[in-house]
């Protein structure tokens, strides 16, 4: 019979495990399990997940001679390993006082009440220290604890003695291996937090990438171009001069934080004016840029009018006029950003190529912000070859 308890206990922590893993996929609770620091708001949002879980686990369990085997304990102290006090004792005391009103007359009502404020108290001691690799064991032992302490209150405050015996004889074993189930809970936020760090390692290394990327071509030309025009137009020179340095500041102060749009459209300005006094006349950039103080990744848009310049309008016929757009518009929720040309359009095996996460040949700037985008927005480029020219898009929210 304590075999059959605690296979089916067994079931009923499996079942809360993955209702957790299944609530931490969702975006909301994601991103706040993945902060380094939580707010308030946060922790009352976390704190309302942990003690719906604790009291479903009071309703789910398995009723036994007034006592009900349940996952309630695993909840609570789980709360408390992973974010501390605020969570675990909130939970501790709604969950407990909700087992103490459900069956009021139970024998093992009190003791349930008291071990539930016990294991949400204790396990919020351990939050702060004991190092990450060392919370699922801790977690678990704590656990283990706080149902020694609902064994013990069982025994001293139940009677007749024989019944308190015959429940701790039966739940004694299901209880404490139940307790494994708060490893899995914990391991389930670690997963999240070491996600979040793998993925902030790669946005770094993809900056490094990018930074060191400054076209060596696109400074010697532009140096060519500012010669050329110290001869016959000063003034112009003075302010290419200006627009290289303002090119080359933003390149040199890129870093992975976020940056106000204003600057990057800065950025592009600074790029195309000394483009537009190379190639004069045969190209035409057109901005259409929204009031808006959203910020976004550093160096985003800068490298799709590069592209476009480069891989799109210079390809094209001389006798052609190479026009590039470039819009920021503001929606709903969040800003669309696109860039726009008319040139030869790009080839499909490149898009591909983006897509599959191949690094097109001689395509870096594109494959680079396509990356990025993805790493801190969950979605990349939409890139669409036009009958003629190429648009790339791509959305940012705050």
């Known amino acids: 019979m304590r075999q059959n308890y605690l296979l089916i206990l067994l079931e009923k922590t499996s079942f809360i495990v993955v209702l957790f893993l299944l ?7 994601k991103n706040i399990f993945e902060k380094d620091k939580y707010t308030q708001k946060d922790l009352f949002v976390i704190s309302i997940i942990f003690t719906v879980l604790s009291i479903m686990g009071t309703y789910n369990g398995i009723v036994y001679k ?60 351990f939050y702060k220290k004991i190092r990450p690799n060392y919370k699922v064991f801790y977690g678990i032992l704590v656990g283990i604890i706080s149902e020694n302490i609902t064994i013990i209150l069982i025994y001293l405050l139940c009677t007749p003695k024989e019944l308190a015996l015959d429940i701790i004889h039966t739940i004694y074993l299901p209880l404490v291996v139940g307790q494994f189930g708060i490893g899995f809970m914990v391991s389930i ?16 290394a993809e900056m490094s990438a990018l930074q060191r990327q400054i076209n060596p071509h696109f ?5 060519n171009t500012i010669a050329s025009f110290i001869r016959f137009d000063p003034k112009k020179a003075r302010d290419l001069i ?10 040199l102060e890129l870093n992975d934080n976020l940056i106000n749009i204003k600057k990057e459209i800065e950025q592009v300005k600074s790029y195309v004016d000394i483009e537009q006094a190379r190639f004069g006349n045969t190209l035409k950039v057109i901005y259409d840029i929204d009031e808006t103080n959203i910020k976004s990744p550093s160096l985003i848009i800068q490298p799709l009018v590069e592209n476009a310049i480069l891989h799109g309008i210079l390809p094209m016929d001389n006798k052609n006029y190479g026009i590039v757009k470039v819009s920021v518009k503001n929606l709903d929720s969040k800003v669309k950003i696109s860039v726009e040309d008319n040139g030869i359009g790009i080839n499909q095996n490149v898009i591909d190529n983006i897509y599959s996460g191949n690094m097109p040949e001689n395509k870096i700037g594109l494959y680079n912000v396509h990356l990025r985008l993805k790493l801190y927005y969950g979605k990349g480029l939409e890139i669409t070859k036009l009958n003629k020219g190429t648009l790339i898009e791509f959305y940012i929210w705050g």
Do not use: Q, W
């Open 219 to 223: 400074i010697f030309n532009a140096l």
């Open 66 to 125: 007034g006592s009900i085997l349940n996952t309630r304990i695993i909840t609570i102290v789980s709360g408390g390993i992973l974010f501390g006090s605020l969570v675990s004792i909130p939970t501790g005391i709604i969950s407990g006082v909700h087992r103490l009103l459900m069956y009021p007359g139970s024998m093992t009502s009190i003791p349930c009440f008291i071990s539930s404020i016990f294991a949400g108290i204790f396990s919020g001691l």
């Open 23 to 29: 609530i931490s996929k969702l975006k909301i609770f």
């Open 189 to 204: 936020v670690n997963t999240i937090e070491k996600d979040k760090k793998d993925i902030e390692a790669r946005k770094k």
């Open 242 to 251: 200006i627009s290289l340095s303002t090119y080359l500041r933003h390149n």
